[in-house]
């Protein structure tokens, strides 16, 4: 279970495919903001109402002062003979 730096979370079976690219992109230098990830795990026990994964994404979000976006992405969405890019929920400017 792991909530990760936006620039540490390179598993893509733990993060998704959007995540992954995102933190190769952050290591090769490309203008990225920053942000963190949540796991697979972390979103599912968020879902599960785990006081102790609500408590510690509140701790991280309390510290952020400037306007988020939130994108969901899935486990293998992405493969290199199909791509659901667009197909889930992206919010943004989020305080």
Known sequence: MKISNLKD???EKEFGGKASSLANGLKHGLNIPGGFALSYQVVQNFLKHDSQVINEIKSIY???DYPL?????AIGEDSNAASFAGQ???I???T
């Open 92 to 94: 943004v400017n989020i």
């Open 69 to 73: 976006a939130v994108r969901s992405s």
């Open 9 to 11: 979370a390179f598993d």
């Open 62 to 64: 309390e510290q952020i």
């Open 88 to 90: 889930y929920l992206t």
